[in-house]
């Protein structure tokens, strides 16, 4: 099942009713409870869906719940609802991972992100250093070559900051993806090829373990 964070809007009368259905549903889906009055727009971007105990105007999927209903009748509701929320990422070869500005966690495919038995692990917050980085690029984003001894494939993790048009920062996409296709397209179509670092180059002039001449021939 898709690790996901859900925000839940409440109202002050209603804060029980959400504090023991968060409590329920720990370790099987994390829920973020907003105040509704206190729900600021960009906050919407960092979840996949609401659920709320009355229709909300919005974009995004929304459950709305009943409070006086039998938890079981309420947790059937909301397994119903996940399912509908499957995603076509689900079945991407690496992993892609949506954050909050904060770091944390809200969306994962939880496929492999390029390194052995990663798909077993669990999906850590991002790290300041991270998070900072990505706020001082010009392009908001960061890109990490994965340093592992495979002759068939060049991993990077990739971040992406993403921006309303205000400016804010309303999360972090990470993705992995492998540059070695998209390398040997590239110089398939352009009729470069690959040699040693030099001055005057035919094409693209990288040497190093990633990349091998032969692959590209």
């Known amino acids: 099942m898709i690790t996901q964070t859900i925000l839940a809007l409440y109202q002050e009368r209603d804060l029980p009713f959400w504090q023991k259905l968060q409590d329920n549903l720990r370790g099987w889906l994390e ?63 690496f992993r892609m991972t949506l954050y909050a500005p904060t770091g944390a966690v809200r969306w994962s495919n939880h496929r492999s992100d390029g390194q052995f038995f990663s798909e077993d692990e669990p999906i850590s917050p991002l790290e300041n250093w991270i998070i900072e980085a990505i706020k001082d690029s010009p392009q908001h984003s960061l890109h990490l070559p994965l340093a ?46 690959l040699v040693g670092w030099s001055d005057t180059t035919s094409g693209a002039s990288i040497s190093n373990h990633f990349f091998e001449e032969d692959d590209f021939l």
Do not use: M, W
């Open 148 to 193: 592992l001894d495979q002759e068939n494939q060049i991993i990077f993790h990739s971040y992406q900051g993403l921006y309303d048009k205000n400016q804010h920062l309303t999360g972090i996409l990470f993705y992995v993806h492998d540059l070695k296709p998209l390398l040997a397209t590239y110089l398939n179509d352009s009729g470069q090829a």
């Open 31 to 93: 829920l973020d409870l907003i105040e509704k009055s206190q729900l600021k727009s960009q906050d919407l971007f960092s979840y996949p869906a609401i659920f709320s105990l009355e229709k909300v105007t919005t974009n995004l999927p929304v459950l709305v719940l009943d409070a006086h209903a039998d938890f079981c009748d309420t947790f059937r509701d909301i397994g119903r609802f996940l399912r509908q929320l499957s995603s076509p990422l689900d079945n991407l070869p």
